[in-house]
Nanobody, 120 residues
């Protein structure tokens, strides 16, 4: 089971760190992807961390601003979001899969989503 948290309202240029906590399995055995879905749009891949802890980006707009990390001791993954823009507003989801992919179908467990709103 995955539990995403950390969303909220932030001003443009601000930062947020989202958390994705796993229970019942070990995060290290999986790739962890973050996706987002803005109102009226399809869910899209943002970036993913491989089992060897490499960040793979699927949204060019977040390169240089977003990073994923994982804390083995807490069985938790984090999405650090800096220099946030209004277009980053969406519900953010974490998911686990055997490997990183931009395709939603490659992920088998999903968190419930956390809302991120970037607005002044």
């Amino acid at each position: 089971q995955l539990q995403a948290s950390g969303g909220g309202l932030v001003q443009p240029g601000g930062s947020l760190r989202l958390s994705c906590a796993a229970s019942g399995f070990t995060f290290d055995d999986y790739a962890i992807g973050w996706f987002r879905q803005a109102p009226g749009k399809e869910r899209e891949g943002v970036l993913c961390i491989t089992k060897s802890n490499t960040n793979m980006y699927y949204a060019d707009s977040v390169k240089g601003r977003f990073t994923i990390s994982r804390d083995k001791s807490k069985n938790t993954a984090y999405l650090q979001m800096n220099s946030l823009k209004p277009e980053d507003t969406a519900v953010y989801y974490c998911a686990t899969g055997a490997y990183c992919s931009s395709s939603l179908t490659q992920y088998h467990d999903w968190g419930q989503g956390t809302q991120v709103t970037v607005s002044s």
